[in-house]
């Protein structure tokens, strides 16, 4: 089974549910030293790097693919960011990222669905842009709980009718939304979907190409039902996007700056990339990393180390 990520129906180099004309397990394989083929640097591992140094410290490091997020993407503008994507050769991965949409309905939830569409467009533009085997995935973070509200199973059902709202512009645009189960501990404030499984269950009401989950191992490693919810994806075909990092004690302050390189920290990547693969995930894997020590060294520095470590950590496991 393969995965049903969407893409740019204006995008010629990537088919119609997703399945790139190139299967990036069949790009140039990996010689010694150079970069694993399918590794993606995510923006936000060099989070103070404009677009145009995030793209030019990706390629120069010899690395196929980024994810993009929108902030950087519309300091420059969109379009002027699709050439400079077009002129890097780089694949594009993700744009990181859309969702919020837990308030009750009023003006700041029309406004909030209004902002989703316009990143649905933009990312729908820059995988067209993106070199062949771009996909066009947009990652959600659902939101937290609203000011005051306890609610959390209705929190959980604004999440599900906002991507119903949304699944019409996203399915003409050939734009996959990819909901992103944050770790239980962000759930009063970023994610009230914390788990795999309520990401899936929501997925459900949606074609695959339409509505998918991104696999994040600092948020799903912990999961006793990770594996079989991973295998329920694969079956399911909803796998949009894989992401790695990992995870170490204690904690920063900020809870949201605990991501780690890969391998520096606790997580399992071998059962948790090995359960991707089998289930028939075949496209980029994207290393997304937040982390205040790490933003602080130079973005070319970060990249090397990040291929470095994505080498030894999970690039064994891909088969």
Known sequence: MSIQAGTSAGNPNVGRHGIPSTDIRDLSRQSDGDPDPRLSINQA?????????????????GIQAIGLWR???NEVGLDVAA???ADSGLRFTTHCRGGFFTLPDGPERTAA????????EETATLAAAGADGSTAVLVLVAGG?????RDLV????RVRDAIGALAD??????VTLAIEPLHPMYASDRAVVSTLGQALDIAADFEPAVVGAAVDTFHIWWDPQVLDQIARAGREGRIATYQVCDWKT????????????TGDGVIDFGSLTRAVVQAGYNHDIEVEIFNADIWADAPDAVVRRTAETFAAAVSPHLG
């Open 45 to 61: 591992t060099i989070k103070h790097a404009d677009l145009a140094t995030a793209l030019r410290v990706t390629a120069d490091a």
């Open 71 to 73: 902030e950087p993407v």
């Open 83 to 85: 050439r400079m994507l």
């Open 113 to 120: 669905l209004d902002d989703n569409r316009r990143a649905i």
């Open 145 to 149: 709980l609203p000011e005051g509200s």
């Open 154 to 157: 209705g929190a959980r059902e």
């Open 169 to 174: 512009d996203a399915r003409a645009a050939g």
């Open 250 to 261: 204690p904690l920063s302050a900020d809870v949201l700056l605990s991501r780690h390189y």
